[in-house]
């Protein structure tokens, strides 16, 4: 709601003011998609008003964390022009390494994590090297994902640590704990993509590589950066997932593959790269997110639920083709 | 020479792939080579047909996919079976799960189109809205596959299913539709470079509303002949998804748009039905097959890369990867075509 309080109060300034119209144009999506989510909060909150105090709110948004992390590993890897396919599955392996190497010894299993993250490096390089598309690639390598995560374990199950464990039933008092890890990746995402000079080198890989390699900086070096946070992001998600499944499973994160894109593009993103948008991303898995749990407020009957998400993701989309259409 | 005929010939590398897993068939099993061709080539055809929509769409440019497809699958399964068990008539039952198909295809038209929406979000959308009619249709769902269709789809005369050489024709179909018609001429233009199409005068929106459309059509084909060679599921057509684009690819298609390769399909459709095979006679688990599938896709794609690699021309040739038309000076005579 921030963003569109502040939307009236500019625009007087938008015919002469260049720089804060593009700004403006820039915010618009994740505004759009703030818009949809302040609604989605507000039909949970008549629909049951506990939804709107701390134990309410941590159990509505406690979903939508590890799909905003997810979302985010994605956006990163958008922002170099590139698309992760398999993050559904990593993350799925991610909470199987979760839920058995890292209880029967905690070095292995971190040694594996890292190694997780290693894999998403050396995909980035050779994704570079031998200019492939990014998209097959990772389709490519959700397979192995796959795979690894059923060799390791079949069928769900396992624990998770206590540690993990301990970080998925933690209830502070006086603020929503999701909220903390959602702001949190953010706020790091922010630094690394945005703020950060190889931030700066992922993006101009995202939208002039040609410019990228005349000013004499590598592109192979930005998309290992990418393809390298990518990962990490994505072990990251794994462990806040099992952290609240309390177990691990290959395929409990399929859906997000998909699902991350469209929290993406909601949060301003787009696929031709060059645009890096944590806040957006943020805003945009926790609309998502939250569908879901409006839905089942509203007791839409279980087979209807995917049509209703795919309606309201086309229709926020739509009212940001509107928006745009206003700022142009 | 040998670079230059795999550079030329994209197409090449699927069925380079597909012999090798034959070869390796043959060594493990030690008999029946003939056989195992036979049965890869009665399933590789729903692969093929699914494949080739998908094409048809990743050739319309950059963003372009359809990842409805799977949901289309499931849902145009249960539609003609349910379509022929009330009319009695196969050739209803058919038409009604192709028309599921351009159904759902319409929804995504209209969000492209009129919403502006990303493809890959708008088909998303109408996959979910396809798969939520789905579980809506599966619940007490009894009606079976007409048994005369499913005799059809199985008859192998001489060890040649007659459904292969059925796609086989389709594939050849579009083949020529690619390369003699307006319709496949001005896909090809748009996916080079919709900025140039469109200054032509090609009707880019038509063309691109057409190829959703198609891609539909052929994924509500894929289902209702797959539910009845098979049995209708709700997840009938979630290997699809993957599967269909990573064909395509394999198949020499340029993931950019503005080069398609129909036969590249079939010989990466045979490699990955070949390989099932391989890892079921091998008594792999999934989890190995996944492994397996996932590890060769790599290596074909990063064998095959992008071109060759020489110093000094990294640029260029990067720009083309992203931007066809840029560094194509074919892009002219493609729109006069059209």
């Keep these: 709601m921030a963003d569109l309080t502040r939307a009236p109060a500019l625009s007087p300034a938008l015919p002469t003011a260049l720089p804060t119209r593009a700004e403006l144009r820039r915010a618009a999506p994740a505004a759009v998609s703030a818009v949809a989510m302040a609604v989605m909060v507000a039909v949970c909150a008549s629909l049951q008003p506990d939804v709107l105090t701390v134990p309410g709110l941590s159990l509505v948004l406690s979903a939508t964390v590890p799909l905003v992390i997810a979302a985010q590993a994605q956006m990163t890897l958008m922002s170099v022009g590139d698309i992760d396919l398999g993050i559904g599955a990593f993350v799925g392996l991610v909470t199987v390494i979760a839920a058995t190497s890292l209880v029967s010894s905690p070095v292995t299993g971190a040694l594996i994590l890292l190694g997780l993250v290693a894999a998403y490096t050396v995909l980035g390089v050779l994704v570079h090297l031998r200019r492939v598309p990014s998209l097959i690639a990772t389709l490519g390598a959700s397979f192995v994902w796959m795979g690894l995560g059923l060799s390791v374990l079949p069928t769900p199950g396992g624990t998770t640590p206590a540690w993990l464990a301990a970080f998925g039933a933690w209830q502070p008092a006086g603020f929503p704990a999701p909220l903390l890890p959602i702001l949190l990746v953010a706020a790091l995402v922010y630094l690394l993509a945005c703020r950060s000079g190889a931030g700066v080198r992922m993006r101009a890989l995202g939208s002039n590589p040609v410019a990228l390699q005349r000013a004499g900086l590598s592109p192979l070096a930005a998309r290992a950066v990418a393809y390298t946070a990518t990962g990490a992001l994505g072990v990251l998600s794994g462990l806040v997932l099992a952290s609240q499944t309390g177990g691990g499973d290959v395929s409990s994160a399929s859906s997000y593959t998909l699902m991350t894109v469209a929290a993406v593009i909601l949060g301003g993103g787009s696929f031709r790269g060059g645009a890096a948008v944590p806040w957006g991303v943020a805003i945009g898995g926790v609309t998502l997110g939250l569908v879901s749990v409006v839905l089942s407020l509203l007791d839409v009957p279980t087979a209807l639920q995917s049509a209703v998400q795919g309606v309201i993701v086309l229709a926020v989309l739509a009212g940001r083709v509107v928006v745009g259409k206003v700022l142009r | ?338």
């Design chain 2, 1 to 338: 020479m040998n670079v230059r005929v795999l550079l030329t010939r994209p197409w090449i590398w699927g069925f380079a792939a597909a012999a090798l897993v034959w070869v390796a068939i043959l060594a493990i099993s030690g008999q029946g080579g003939g056989q195992t061709v036979s049965l890869a080539l009665s399933l590789a055809p729903y692969l093929v047909v699914v494949g080739l929509g998908q094409m048809l769409v990743i050739t319309a440019g950059p963003g372009n996919i359809d990842v409805s497809v799977a949901s289309v699958i499931s849902l145009a399964g249960f539609v003609s079976v349910a379509a022929a068990a009330s009319t009695g008539s196969v050739v209803l039952g058919v038409g009604a799960g192709v028309a599921a198909g351009i159904a759902v295809a319409a929804v995504s038209t209209v969000a492209i189109l009129g919403l502006s929406v990303p493809p890959i979000i708008a088909t998303l959308a109408s996959g979910l809205v396809a798969s939520s009619a789905t579980l809506s249709l599966a619940g007490g769902f009894t009606a079976v596959p007409d048994p005369g269709l499913r005799e059809l789809l199985n008859l192998r005369p001489a060890g040649v299913p007659l459904f292969a050489v059925a796609v086989a024709a389709v594939t050849a179909a579009v083949v020529a539709v690619l390369r003699r018609t307006v319709y496949g001429r001005s896909l090809i233009a748009v996916g080079q470079n919709r900025r140039a199409a469109e200054r032509a005068g090609i009707p880019v929106r038509r063309v691109i509303a057409a190829t959703y459309l198609a891609s539909g059509a052929l994924a509500g084909l894929t289902g209702s002949l797959l539910a009845t060679y098979i049995a209708p599921t709700a997840d009938l057509g979630t290997r699809y998804l993957l599967d269909s684009v990573a064909v395509v690819v394999i198949g020499g298609t340029l993931i950019s748009g503005g080069r398609a390769v129909p036969t590249g399909v079939w010989g990466a459709a045979l490699f990955f039905i070949l390989l099932d095979g391989l890892v079921n006679l091998v008594g792999w688990s999934t989890a190995a097959q996944n492994l397996l599938k996932g590890g060769l896709v790599l290596l074909v794609l990063f064998l095959a890369g992008g071109g060759a690699r020489t110093p000094g021309t990294s640029l260029p040739s990067l720009r083309r990867r992203r931007r066809p038309a840029a560094a194509d000076t074919t892009t002219p005579g493609e729109t006069t075509d059209g």
